[in-house]
């Protein structure tokens, strides 16, 4: 076992900067594979970590190891463009998103590590008489599930965003806003929970792909992995894009197809835009970063594809609109495009279910906008785990439903990919 | 952008092209015969493998014909195109549909 770790202070932060920063702990262990765990997580993304976390701090199981094929946040984690917002249309939806919010709002005091959690709003713009009526409809659904949402006119947009072309080719007719939507950084939130989870005995095994299931009885057993096998009484397989590709190593297909979702940022600028501005119709999102680089969200590829990359034609779509909106931008640079793997479902959203293998469970199909429920998703997956039945607010979104037809079809009613 | 050979107009930039998900997926012939299992599986399960993949494009800004496709989809390669009357082509892992 490790040093106890000593809790970060701005006590801590004085006494280190004394000593050039030399004496600071690593974040978490380097842990090697025990031979069997109680739980194994597989995938060291942000809702995996989280999962490990709540299920060590509130369902009182420590033995756990996230078994991570890369390094901890590489795969969608670290490349989305971090929007937290919880207006969506469905009660089921709502509950989850709600759920997640409300913890986003204690994170970096319960994790004891600053995720950077910003509440700066959050405008989603209405281009249309179609658009006006698609927000007053979910505008009104989201108040009345209690969370805050509010209609704001053009001229508010434009107090709040002075540089933004109102009458362009996508004219804006007014906006819904969330003013406690907002970012976090996302990185942060990956090593926030690894750290906090490693503190109370989680093990974060990087490097190490699982490449199968061991499974006897239709129960799991354990995983194989490229570090040997792992025994483990119950497995938590939360890998996003490659949910489809480890759903067939256990012998099941999912409702899943992954495709390839792109994101750059410009160099880095003066403070400029200090809220989030989404547009669904056009399919352009920009806001800023506390580096000064605006960042700002593409659309995905429309075919299936795990490059990692996208489409250079999707840029372009992206940054057009962007520029007719916000003809300032349209002498900047951009720094770096990325492209994540996004794990899509017809419905547009998550999967958190139980699987045909006893004992293994799913938590994926987040796609494109899963980052804002982190928190959330982990909370409900841990105890879904512990107990063996789903929590409530995950129970509706089980793999079932696809055969039943109880759909919560938030690609169709929200039109929004964020 | 990938560069995609239509059966019938030849090699074309993918823009022009939109791609409609897995091949070779028979419609079953008694719906109202299948349980909820089977309809389910009919319509949204996928293989959604990393790797060979058999697709349906349709040349939407072209001759609007359908048409399948073999893709890697680690690598995005094209391995070969075929109409939907042809049967599904050899190919080789080394060999890409490209124009030389
Ligand atoms: C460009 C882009 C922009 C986005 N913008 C937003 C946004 O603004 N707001 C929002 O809410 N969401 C956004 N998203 C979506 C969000 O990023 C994801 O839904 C979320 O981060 C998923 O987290 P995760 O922990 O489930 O997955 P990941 O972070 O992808 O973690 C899965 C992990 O599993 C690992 N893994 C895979 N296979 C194996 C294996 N065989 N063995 C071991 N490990 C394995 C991977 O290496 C990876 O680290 C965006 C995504 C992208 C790509
Ligand atoms: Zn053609």
Redesign the interface.
Known sequence: MSVKPKPYSIFSLARNALNYHQGWQKAWRNAEPKRDYEVVIVGGGGHGLATAYYLAKECGIRDVAVVEKGWLGGGNTGRNTTIVRSNYLWDESAGLYEHAMKLWEGLSTDLNYNVMFSQRGLLHLAHSVHDMQEIGRRGNAIYLNGIDSEFVTSQQVKEMVPFINLDCRYPVHGALLQKRGGTARHDAVAWGYARAADNLGVDIIQNCEVTGFQVEDSTVKGVETTRGRIGAKKVGCVVAG?C??LA?MAGF??????FPLQALVSEPVKPIIDCVVMSGAIHAYISQSDKGELVIGAGSD??????Q?G???IIEHTVGPIIELYPIFSRLKMLRQWGGVVDVT?DRSPLISKTPVKNLFFNCGWGTGGFKATPGSGHVFAHSIKTGDMHPIAEPFSI?R????ALIDEGAAAAVAH | MLLIKCPWCGYRDQSEFSAQGEAHIARPVNPHELSEEQWGDYLFFRKNPKGVHYERWVHSHGCRRWFNVIRNTATDHIHATYRPDEPVPEFSDEETDQPA
Not at chain 1, 302 to 307: D, K, R
């Open positions: 490659h489809s590709v067939e297909r999912l409702p899943i197809e992954s429309a075919y299936l594809s795990y490059s990359r489409g250079f034609d017809v079932n696809f055969n039943t037809g």
